[in-house]
């Protein structure tokens, strides 16, 4: 394609500069930066004993306990517990319902949000005269077609625990500026909202990545393994190359069948097959441009054949190419 560069300091290894900022580039950061993250607003809540709020699926959502403790109930999954100092995410965008574990009746916190929060302040009061939890909570959103990829490979809720010294401080400095900007909206203050939530949804998934359980799956698991790790960073790096199965292997010391077993049992998927959707993935990106063409394309990131460009393209993202432009407009 004209006027496009195949070798990227964000997807290839090069030399120089160039290549400096391509090795401080990692996996979790292109993946991220490719889905495109958008917060939506902060607000605090304040609830006392007995309580409970269902949240409809939709937004993704945080919370902040402040003071007190709650508990997050996911259907199909285990209930949350957490306390002061601790945040839960759910980055999958499903319903929950969060309680203070009592058998109090469910208010729909869509419906209280619309009733309580004004242009001044974006804050919730609900329950009973009871003991009362104090909660910074936030609701963001992932764009674009890499987010069932992507979002698939984390949980269905992620707990960050104070007690595990896994918040090292940065969480109450976060929680610190957003309780401010949701107490007082100032001019500016959706801008500011939406970059306090960026940096703590990368954080918190980041913190999460460091410290999950070994049998953890899919490519944000396989980075907890170092040669399966440094495979993917192989891809990543040089994602146009024809890479094979044998290539892979040798670049991260193993035999070819001990990789494939490997590869395929954390990323759940084959090495040239999770090659192929990344490629196709960024080809995604390149189908954005306003003058990308399909042809340029689909030979700039490898194919030989614009038709099977385009079936494999529509295979994995539901349209075909030409029709990424107008998809994106309508989100």
Known sequence: ME????NPARHASSSGSEGMLASRIDLLSQMLDLV?????????AEL???WALSFEPG???????????LIV????EPAVKAIAGDLVMLPRGVGHVLSDGSDATVANAGDLMRE?????RLGLRHGGNGEQTKVIAGAFHFESAAVPWVVSALPAVIHIEKSGGQTGGWLEGLAYFM???AQAVHPGSSVMISRLIDVLIIRVIRTWAQ??????TGWLGALADPRISRALKAIHDDPFRKWSVADLARAVGMSRSSFAERFTSLVKEAPLSYQNRWRLTLAHGLMRQANARVSDVARSIGYDSEAAFSRAFKAQFGIPPVGVRSAESSL
Request: hydrophobic share 35%; aromatic share 14%.
């Open 3 to 6: 006027g496009y560069d195949r």
């Open 36 to 44: 495109r993250l958008r917060g939506e607003l902060v607000f605090s």
């Open 48 to 50: 006392n004993h007995p």
């Open 59 to 69: 937004s993704a959502y945080f919370f902040v306990v402040l003071e007190g403790s």
């Open 73 to 76: 109930r996911v259907a199909g």
């Open 116 to 120: 309580q929060f004004t242009a001044e």
């Open 179 to 181: 309780m401010m900007e």
């Open 211 to 216: 410290s999950k359980n070994s049998g953890d």
